[in-house]
């Protein structure tokens, strides 16, 4: 089994930003497309980033382009999310997740299989 452990969040104020690391292990990281969900008090789990395999593929939701970047180092079994310019509306549990290579692209959270514990991300004055 998969086990994920992310970290990086907290309080940060607007316009400010958050690195955010997932942590893979029990099984090679490598073969995992990694993606990053986020979710919101009172809000459906909402898709946020995600990366292929080799890290030369990635899509990342229209709510957040320009602002966030999803990356990976498959030899420290890590991926990040570097999020930038912060607002008030990027308030939330953010989680990482994994899912068989085969399956890139995917945003619909039912997909996946792993998931990590979740760091709280909030941004206010």
């Known amino acids: 089994q998969l086990r994920l452990r992310e970290s990086g969040g907290g309080l940060v104020q607007p316009g400010g930003s958050l690195r955010l690391s997932c942590v893979g292990s029990?099984?090679?990281?490598?073969?995992?497309?990694m993606s990053w969900f986020r979710q919101a008090s009172g809000h459906e789990r909402e898709f946020v980033a995600t990366?292929?395999?080799?890290?030369?593929?990635?899509i990342v939701a229209d709510s957040v382009k320009g602002r966030f970047t999803i990356s990976r180092d498959n030899a420290k079994n890590t991926v990040y999310l570097q999020m930038n310019s912060l607002k008030g509306e990027d308030t939330a549990v953010y989680y990482c997740?994994?899912?068989?290579?085969?399956?890139?692209?995917?945003?619909?959270?039912?997909?996946?299989?792993?998931w990590g514990q979740g760091t709280q991300v909030t941004v206010s004055s």
């Open positions: 997740a994994a899912i068989a290579g085969s399956l890139y692209g995917s945003a619909q959270s039912s997909n996946y299989a792993y």
């Open positions: 029990g099984r090679p990281f490598s073969a995992y497309v």
């Open positions: 990366i292929s395999t080799s890290g030369g593929g990635t």
